[in-house]
């Protein structure tokens, strides 16, 4: 069953998922391994003119620093930052770590990037009756063995989870119960809802859905009829119901960014510029994540709406940001000069595989 139809219908097995999301990992890593650092505020990420801030410790956010901000922005709200080169091996060999404290608990972990994962915890490895305090158990071998701090959210299903585990950070836990769940859901701005950005929150709006009981409001069919198959899915989690499972070893299909302009553009190099940025974002997906991709997409939406795609695949998974950029540069190059202005630009990567399945393998015969 394809994964946006798993809500249907209310699932009659109560289940007891936990949604673990470490603090400002990448920053809290750096400021663990570095004491000067410790108490600052932090960037991890390149300073350089087109730098991305990858991550940024709880110092440097008060400020408004925030991931996938340019660090020219991030340098001119927090003059004193301190941008800290990116050490993925480092953050993929303490992701592994914590990994492991997640399988001493479940089998059923679905890792959505390097510092956070969903965990099915209705039985439990080590018989612990309680939910909340499974996750405690977790979060206090992780301050243990790492020294970082996590937080989590427990619920009955991912989407309150998800919810709950932003609603106590950083270093805190929250459950939202059955009981809760749907008073929960119903007093949520439509932008707090996962997995609702901002075009899809500003439709609601438009719409007159500001609130998670304006959506409850609405029948299945005007919520399809304006959001097509998605309109479902927020059909039932305005009803607190998510029927999804927590799915181990789990492989995104593609990984994508796009970015719409405040001022059209013709120029190759400026648009060159505006890529930077989306090949980070991309690029700092399949790091975190462990994977590589062989189909590299370029799209491209002009003034008057039209949009096209074009792609390129590669017979060997994209090993680097620089080959990522240097194949996405060549799709844009294939365009020039452009027959009229562009309103937004987009980077995707697809035919997605795990790290380990896109090494060459080879025999040695003996």
Known sequence: ???DDDH????????????????AFYASVEQRDNPDLRGKPVAVGGSRERGVVAAASYEARKFGVRSAMPSV????????????????????????????????????????????????????????????????????????ETGLNASAGIAYNKFLAKLASDHRKPNGQYVITPEMGPAFVESLPVDKFHGIGPATSAKMNSLGLYTGLDMRNQSLEFMQANFGKAGSYYYWISRGID????????????????????????????????????????WRHCEGAGNRGRRVTLKMKFDDFEIITRSRSVSVAVSSRSDLERLSVALLQNEMPVQKPVRLLGISLSSLQSEVQAEPQFNLAL
């Open 243 to 282: 029927n999804r499972e927590v799915r181990a070893n789990r492989i995104r299909k593609s990984v994508g960014a796009e970015n719409t302009f405040s001022t059209d553009l013709t120029d190759f190099d400026a648009m060159v510029v505006e890529l930077e940025p989306l090949i980070d974002k991309v």
């Open 73 to 144: 922005t991030a340098k001119r709200q927090c003059p004193d930052l301190i941008f800290v080169k990116p050490r993925f091996e480092v953050y993929k060999a303490v992701s592994l770590q914590i990994r492991e404290i997640f399988a001493e608990h479940t089998p059923i972990i679905e890792p959505l990037s390097l510092d956070e994962a969903y965990l099915d915890v209705t039985e439990n490895l080590q018989g612990i009756p309680l939910a909340r305090d499974v996750a405690l158990a977790i979060r206090g071998k992780i301050k243990l």
């Open 8 to 23: 249907a219908e209310p699932s009659p097995r109560q289940r007891k998922i936990i949604h673990v999301d470490m603090d």
């Open 1 to 3: 069953m394809d994964e």
